[in-house]
């Protein structure tokens, strides 16, 4: 064996698509304009992808690692001059519901908020059916800790018999303060879990976040808001459902290397921007692995 910080593993996993396809609509978080997305069922070989229909020859943009252009508080894609936005929440829900192929055309810039989780996105893809392709590439364990950090914030990729999120936020206001969460796919599922988790802000912020063109789509409909005083439009769905959406975050992040690899992602107060280093850190591993067969 070489000396790489990931090796593959002899069991195969199914690759698999959707049965048929489903759609639905709502406003984006940053932009506040209305967008329609349509999933449906993708080919082997093809992965995720988003189709920007609304476009001159709907260009696709793939849902890869090296398709990220910018990380402020949100994740978005670009292939050339076509874009789109937080797209996290739906790559999420696909990769936690295990879809590894699916064709997601969208006629805007960015996927719609919804209700703030992926619930609805989950329960659109149980509604449609997931169906098996065919086997997978090997999986692969990483072998050597990989991490990336700013400050004391820093998301890692630590060697682990078995695929494991584990999260932590940590913040002065007292209704959500220091919190953990860890969830393995192989004791949960993930719609029960992590899909609704919603998204959340701090309502200090919210008139600087839109004073610089950002959350004009953002409302109590579909995020959770933190004043100094508690929550503004209780209930949660979760004791700790802000940091269950920090993790589901994680998992729609992690989700453009393709396939997971098996380790346990372990992250402290990191951002789409550490996640995103990430990525690239393990997909230039695996890489390796794939290139020697080591």
């Not at 090796?7 to 049965?19: A, E, G, R, V």
């Not at 048929?20 to 992965?47: D, I, K, Q």
């Not at 630590?158 to 999260?167: I, Q, V």
């Amino acid at each position: 064996m070489t000396n790489s910080e990931v090796m593959p593993n002899s069991k195969l996993k199914t690759q698999t698509s959707l049965k048929a396809a489903f759609e639905l609509s709502g406003v984006g978080l940053h932009s506040g304009a209305n967008t329609v997305v349509r999933v449906l069922p993708g080919s082997l070989g093809e992965g995720r992808y988003f189709v920007r229909v609304d476009l001159p020859g709907a260009p696709r943009i793939p849902a890869r690692f090296d398709a990220v252009a910018t990380t402020t508080l949100s994740t978005e894609l670009a292939n050339g001059e076509a874009k789109v936005r937080t797209v996290e929440h739906l790559l999420a829900a696909l990769a936690g519901m295990g879809v590894d192929h699916a064709r997601i055309e969208i006629d805007g810039s960015e996927v719609p908020l919804l209700d703030g989780s992926a619930q609805c996105w989950v329960e659109a893809i149980a509604r449609a059916g997931i169906t098996p392709l065919d086997s997978a590439p090997p999986e692969i364990f990483v072998k050597t800790p990989l991490w990336v950090y700013h400050g004391d914030a820093f998301v890692a990729a630590l060697p682990s018999p078995n695929l494991r999120f584990t999260y932590g936020i940590d913040f002065d206001l007292p209704a959500i303060g220091n919190q953990w969460h860890s969830w393995s796919p192989e004791s949960e599922d993930f719609k029960d879990a992590i899909a609704p988790a919603r998204t959340f802000g701090l309502a200090h912020q919210i008139e600087q976040l839109r004073a610089s063109g950002l959350i004009k789509g953002g409302s109590l409909d579909n995020a959770l808001v933190c004043s100094a005083e508690g929550w503004v439009n209780p209930p949660l769905r979760f004791a700790n459902e802000p940091v269950r959406h920090k993790l589901l975050d994680l998992v729609g992040d992690l989700s453009l290397l393709g396939n997971f690899p098996i380790a346990h992602f372990l992250a402290y107060k990191a951002s789409h921007h550490l996640h995103a280093q990430l990525t690239h850190l393990l997909a230039q591993q695996m890489a390796e692995v794939e290139a020697t067969g080591a």
